[in-house]
């Protein structure tokens, strides 16, 4: 009986995160990412607590760099969010849907910061996931579409993406 139980709790527990993380990747992608929404998405699921929360919560804080004023604030926010969403990575390294969070930074930040090297490992994890359906295909479509529009894609890259897209 002691064991049901646990099972129960478990099962909620599980539930409830995975509920909180789908409400904030829709957040994240049906809102616009300006300072007033991503400061409400961190207060609103800063206490949560798994992988691709933590990933989410990084991207939002490397966004919000461009939203501060001092540099040593900026550089502070966007190496916090780094930070997070690499943690997240190292917990649970096969989940396409963090290192494509990942890839949208890489592809997007200034050169000058030197967050580019896991481009090539982070693509190759997230083309897999999807192939293997562990996305569904509308969030797939999406995030395909996001990170084609990366300045830093290689014609290689864009031509994988485009096919991966069509075998939608």
Same mark, same amino acid.
């Given at each position: 009986? #002691?064991?049901? %139980?646990?099972?129960?709790?478990?099962?909620?527990?599980?539930?409830?995160?995975?509920?909180?993380?789908?409400?904030?990747?829709?957040?994240?992608?049906?809102?616009?990412?300006?300072?007033?929404?991503?400061?409400?998405?961190?207060?609103?699921?800063?206490?949560?607590?798994?992988?691709?929360?933590?990933?989410?919560?990084?991207?939002?804080?490397?966004?919000?760099?461009?939203?501060?004023?001092?540099?040593?604030?900026?550089? #502070?926010?966007?190496?916090?969010?780094?930070?997070?969403?690499?943690?997240?990575?190292?917990?649970?390294?096969?989940?396409?849907?963090?290192?494509?969070?990942?890839?949208?930074?890489?592809?997007?930040?200034?050169?000058?910061?030197?967050?580019?090297?896991?481009?090539?490992?982070?693509?190759?994890? %997230?083309?897999?996931?999807?192939?293997?359906?562990?996305?569904?295909?509308?969030?797939?479509?999406?995030?395909?579409?996001?990170?084609?529009?990366?300045?830093?894609?290689?014609?290689?890259?864009?031509?994988?993406?485009?096919?991966?897209?069509?075998?939608?």
């Amino acid at each position: 009986m #002691k064991n049901v %139980f646990k099972i129960i709790l478990f099962s909620f527990l599980l539930l409830a995160v995975k509920s909180a993380y789908a409400d904030f990747r829709e957040d994240f992608h049906n809102n616009e990412l300006n300072r007033e929404n991503i400061e409400l998405m961190l207060s609103k699921y800063g206490n949560e607590d798994s992988p691709i929360n933590d990933a989410y919560l990084g991207i939002c804080k490397a966004i919000m760099a461009q939203y501060v004023f001092l540099p040593t604030t900026k550089l #502070k926010s966007f190496y916090d969010g780094k930070e997070k969403i690499d943690t997240s990575i190292e917990i649970d390294n096969k989940n396409g849907e963090q290192r494509y969070l990942r890839l949208l930074i890489q592809l997007n930040a200034p050169s000058f910061l030197f967050y580019n090297n896991d481009i090539n490992s982070d693509l190759n994890v %997230f083309i897999q996931d999807v192939r293997n359906k562990n996305i569904n295909q509308k969030w797939s479509l999406v995030f395909i579409n996001n990170i084609l529009k990366g300045k830093k894609l290689s014609e290689e890259q864009i031509k994988e993406l485009t096919q991966l897209k069509k075998e939608l």
